[in-house]
């Protein structure tokens, strides 16, 4: 017991305390202005990396993983600095990192996925930031590709963040990928119709439309046979693709008017009811 107070005294004594933060005060500032110094580095470095790659037009992805590989590495020399002025042992502490490894690593394994999934994207590339796509049963427009997650934007306003393996391992949908795409419209008419009016009807609303393409020519084929009705599929191609929900709403209501105007039947599905005169054997017919 009297040596456990010998050692608080010691602790609290006004001498020793005097001289550890004379010992540690000068370190102390260092590592403070060391910290401040890589923190306006980090938003200098990561800003001018961004200023420069735009003005070498380079795209918002490669953009965003070079900011980002920026951000990191400046954080990390960072780190290493500050410990360093404060008289941390480096070596020491990546040492006691090797034996808790293991276990940190299993506890992180998920966190660890997704930013080696991050990186394939950004290597990859299966979609860029502006791209319209579709994962899984998620739809919207990619507005950040981050480490972790990517972030979709829905039709509805919804911000959705996708951890990046579930991506790397689901099948992506982009429909900005290329420079154009095809909307498919069916339409169903009566099976007494002229079809080659039909088409005609429907290849109209298109051919002096600036928003599809002349070259490939819409088409419309017969793309089903049924008992009561036959339908039809308009294929057209859209000079930009990212208007294709819009587009295809209003293609839809411009076809149902054309053809309602036309006089061409598009029936419900029916059924005709005739009527059988039942005879029994031996009997005359009522």
Excluded at 57 to 64: L, P, R
Aim: hydrophobic content about 50%; some cysteine.
């Amino acid at each position: 017991m009297t040596s456990f107070l010998d050692s608080v005294t010691a602790l609290i004594n006004p001498q020793l305390f005097a001289e550890a933060l004379a010992l540690w005060l000068p370190r102390l500032f260092a590592a403070a202005a060391t910290l401040l110094v890589f923190s306006i580095a980090i938003r200098v470095a990561t800003k001018g990396a961004r200023f420069g790659m735009q003005r070498a037009k380079i795209d918002a992805t490669a953009t965003a993983f070079v900011t980002t590989l920026v951000r990191y590495a400046l954080f990390t020399i960072g780190g290493v600095t500050v410990l360093g002025q404060l008289g941390i042992d480096i070596s020491g502490i990546l040492a006691s990192l090797g034996v808790a490894g293991l276990t940190i690593g299993f506890a992180a394994r998920d966190a660890l996925s997704n930013i080696i999934s991050g990186i394939f994207i950004f290597w990859d590339r299966p979609f860029v930031i502006g791209d319209l796509v579709e994962i899984g049963d998620a739809y919207g427009e990619v507005t950040e590709i981050t480490m972790r997650s990517t972030r979709v934007v829905t039709p509805d306003g919804k911000m959705l963040a996708i951890p990046n393996a579930t991506i790397v391992n689901s099948t992506v949908v982009s429909y900005t990928n290329f420079p154009h795409l095809r909307i498919d419209l069916e339409v169903t008419i009566g099976v007494t119709e002229d079809i080659d009016k039909v088409r005609r009807i429907l290849c109209g609303l298109v051919a002096d439309d600036a928003r599809y393409l002349a070259e490939p020519a819409p088409s419309v084929v017969l793309s089903a046979l049924g008992d009561y009705n036959n339908t039809l599929r308009l294929s057209a191609w859209l000079d930009n693709e990212k208007d294709h929900l819009a587009s295809r709403f209003a293609l839809r209501e411009r076809a149902y008017g054309a053809l309602t105007s036309a006089g061409v039947e598009m029936p419900f599905e029916t059924l005709a009811l005739s009527p059988v005169d039942v005879r029994v054997a031996g009997q005359p017919a009522a």
